[in-house]
Structure formats: C-alpha cells, structure tokens
C-alpha cells in the first residue's frame, strides 16, 4: 500500500468517528483498517480497532487488535488497564492477571492494581490468594473501608479477628467521609453476622442503605410504570413452538437477586454442552434500543424481531466463546421480555427460581449494589414491592405462555438437589451429566454476589435465614401485607 498523506490520514481518522457516531461499525472498520495498514505501529488505532471489533461481536479479531496495542505500547497505563477489563470480560484470566502484575511493579504502592487483582482472584475461586493481597492492603491502608467491604463478601472473619476491630475503630471516627462510611456499614454487618452478633447486623445495615439511597433515590411509580409498558408492547407476540435443535440457544435464568440464580447456572453450566453467560445483560439493552427504551417502547410485530435475536446471538457467541450448543444468560430483567425472546429465539429455554421473598428481602438489603443499579435495594417497604412486580411480570407469562416456563423452588433444589437438578437439565433440553451434581467445582469465573456461594457444595443452610431478623424485617411484612409467601 502506499503511504498516505497526512491530510488523508486526517481524513480517515475523522471518517472512522463519523461512522462511528451514526452506528455504522462495518464501515468504521473498513475505514480504520485503511489507517492500520499505513501506520502499523500505532498503538491508539489498534486499541480503536479491538473495541470496534468488540461491538461488533467478532471475539478473534478483538484480542488480535487488543495484543498487537500491548505489544505496541507495553507501558500504557490506561492501556493495561482498559485491556484487563477486556480479558476479564472474554474470559482471558491468565492475560488479565498478568496486566495486574505488570501494574503492580510499575507502582508498587497504588492500591488499586493490587486491588482490581485481588477481586478478580475471588471471582475466579482463588480465595486464599485474595486473602494475602487484600490483608496486606489493609495493613498498609487501614482507612480504605471498601477493602474490606469487597474483602468480606468471600471471607468469613472468626470472632476476634484484628480486622473487625480495626473496622469498629473506623466506624468510631467521627470524620469518617460518607462515601467510605457506606462501604464500611456493609462490611460490618457482615462481619457481625459471621460472628453470631445477630442484634448487631442491621443498625449497620440502616446506615449504610440510607446513605446508599441518598446517591441514587428510586423512583418506584417510574418503575411501575417501565414495566407495565414493556409488556404491553409485547401483546402481538406469540411464542414459537420450541426448537431445541438451533446451532447456538440460550438458557434465560431469571429471578429476584439473591434467589438461587447462580446456583442454577452453575448447575447448568457444569454440563460440557452449555457455557456460563452470567448477567450478559444485552437483551434487554438490545430491546429498548431497537423499540424504545421503558415506557417509550412501541409495539413490536412478529416480523420485527429478526435483527433483534441475531444480534443478540452475536454478541452471547462473543462473550460466551461459543458458537454452538447451549449457553447461560441469567440477567435479572429478561423477565420483562420472555415474550420477545420466545418469539424470536424458539430454541431459547426459559428457567425461573423462586425463593422465599424474606430470604430474598434479607439477603438483598444486606448486599451492596453498584450505585445506580437496583435502587430499591436500600428500603425493605420497596423491597417488598419489587418482589411483587417481579410476580406480577412472572403471572402475566404465565398466562400466555404457561408451557415455556419452567419454575424451579430454591428450597426444593438445595434440599433434594439430585432430582431437581435432573429436572433442570431436561427442561434444558440436555442429557443428564453426572458432572451437574458436581457444580462448585466448575472453574471460570463467578460475575455474581453469589461467588462464594457458587464455590461451595449444594447445602440447605440458607434456607430460612430471615428468621433471625423478624423484628427487623417489620417494614417489609407491612408492606408485603396479606399476599401469600408461595
């Protein structure tokens, strides 16, 4: 090829942003390959054309780009840093860790790298690992309260351990920002239910949730009215019959967080024909940007589904790295278009797990959420209300498609998991493997709260948890009131 001018260079380059702008992927990247082959070592167009790539699904092409930029610029900072989050996303463990490590020398004292590190080894089930890094950080860094709130969410601490004092002598500061606070309250009560100190756990937890709630209020009428549009616009939909000979299907998983999901995929997962999804999260995303986001949603007809389910399959096969048999997609919102789904993906099997609501309501106030996501989380009284819109949305499938739906109960599956997970499989459309008992061994990484859970055996020592909170769960038996807990 011969060079280009810079004027063409410049040219190229501000083309590559206006396709980019009106979505045109395929031609930014035909555009941006011209300005590669005439500039091979630059390392900013190669990282530019990894993340083309990667909205466009092509898995391949996107670590060729990502590499050939590391190898190009190995000292990038923000470089190394964007591309561990690519590995981890992809599934490139060995790759993201290395990232890590080079981070670390590079500043031995940032705190950062090391913890980005450690909470990647957790998720990946190397607890002990984690363990070293993270107390050694907060040896060094005593006042970084959310070390420990990520440090506990897979470590048990037995009475008497230093960090729980140390995290009481935190909490006793009065300059303590509010922001650390937060992170601290969660820790804490965790830690004080590990411990047995029960009485303990939700002064913390109140604490913590209110200042939660102060960074992102929740709007419970708008979220009403979200989703009554959602299905509504669904009502031309009629599921097609079911196929489970479709070259890549996906098994939706859904239900209230902290319901069993992680366990179901696990399950699922340990079979060698079906890939971890976790929360993929793009069908929804997909739908709203194809009919219109929440209450802005149009209806959709049976023939305007078909870009809808293959990009879809696009980007699963590219984040699950599978282009046939069965994958896991356990997003929380996929209740809200099992319609959509059914009618444009027919191979697609549709799990549902159900738990008992105060089981749920304790373990999802407890939990810490990204800001932003599940606002009701930090108010028991809305706990309540989004367990409810989550049946109501369940009902309504229910009613016009009773026969895709299969409802597993987390109690039954933890107390007699064998033929439930039988049960599971088959509605799967699999065969029986012996490895699906087997699940807390399966290795790759866990993208859930419930991580250390999913490392553990199947075990009913949950169940009925909530028991010991009844006199604070009292907001959320008011408004729960007369509904039945089934």
């Known amino acids: 090829m011969l060079p280009l001018s810079a004027a063409r260079k410049s040219s190229l380059l501000h083309a590559v942003q206006q396709h980019l702008a009106r979505g045109d992927l395929a031609q930014a990247r035909a555009t941006l390959d011209q300005l590669i082959r005439a500039e091979p070592q630059r390392a900013d167009l190669a990282f530019q054309m990894s993340r083309i790539c990667f909205e466009l699904g092509d898995r391949a092409a996107t670590l060729d780009h990502l590499r050939r930029a590391l190898q190009l610029s190995p000292d990038d900072v923000r470089l190394q840093q964007s591309a561990a989050e690519r ?7 060995e790759e993201a860790l290395a990232l890590y490590d080079r981070r670390i020398a590079a500043d031995p004292r940032a705190i950062k790298p090391q913890a980005d590190k450690a909470h990647y080894l957790q998720l990946l089930g190397r ?28 470590q048990k601490l037995p009475a008497g351990d230093p960090l729980i004092r140390a995290m009481e002598q935190l909490w006793a500061r009065r300059d303590l920002p509010e922001g650390k606070r937060l992170h601290l309250g969660y820790a804490l009560a965790k830690a004080m239910e590990d411990t047995g100190q029960f009485d303990r756990v939700f002064p913390y937890l109140h604490r913590a949730n209110a200042l939660q709630a102060r960074a992102a209020p929740f709007d419970e009428a708008a979220q009403d009215r ?47 024909g079906v890939s971890a999804g976790g929360e993929l999260g793009h069908a929804l995303k997909l739908a709203y940007h194809l009919y219109g986001a929440g209450e802005a949603m149009r209806p959709i007809a049976p023939g305007q589904t078909g870009s809808f389910a293959q990009r879809y399959l696009t980007l699963a096969a590219r984040d699950t790295d599978r282009s046939t048999g069965a994958f896991t997609d356990k997003s929380i ?37 990204t800001t932003g996501t599940h606002r ?17 949305s369940l009902r309504h499938w ?31 459309g699999l065969d029986w493997e012996d490895a699906c008992l087997s699940s807390h061994r399966t290795t790759g990484a866990v993208r859930t709260l419930s991580v250390a859970q999913a490392r553990a055996p199947i075990h009913a020592g949950a169940a009925q948890g909530w028991t010991k909170y009844a006199t604070e769960l009292a907001p959320f038996f008011d408004a729960w009131g007369d509904e039945t807990w089934d």
């Open 87 to 93: 590995f981890r996303h992809l599934g490139c463990a």
């Open 376 to 392: 009701y989380a930090t108010d028991l009284a809305m706990i309540a209300g989004a367990i409810k819109r989550f049946r109501r």
């Open 398 to 428: 229910q009613d016009r498609m009773p026969d895709r739906l299969h409802l597993l109960r987390y109690e039954d599956l933890v107390r007699d998991p064998e033929p439930q997970s039988r049960a599971l499989v088959a509605t799967a």
């Open 127 to 154: 607890f002990a690992e984690a363990e070293t890094i993270f107390r050694a950080l907060i040896r060094r860094h005593p006042a970084e309260a959310e070390l420990y709130r990520i440090f506990l969410a897979t």
């Open 226 to 272: 979200e989703f009554a549009a959602v299905l509504a616009a669904q009502q031309k939909l009629a599921p097609l019959p079911d196929s489970a000979g479709a070259p890549l299907r996906p098994i939706l998983v859904t239900g209230m967080p902290r319901s069993g999901t992680t366990l179901v995929e696990r399950i699922l997962a340990a079979h060698s």
């Open 333 to 369: 919102l996929c209740h809200l278009i099992f319609g959509l789904m059914a009618q444009s993906l027919p191979g697609a099997r549709i799990v549902v797990v159900l738990r008992d609501p105060r089981d749920v309501a304790v373990s999802i106030y407890k939990n810490h959420f």
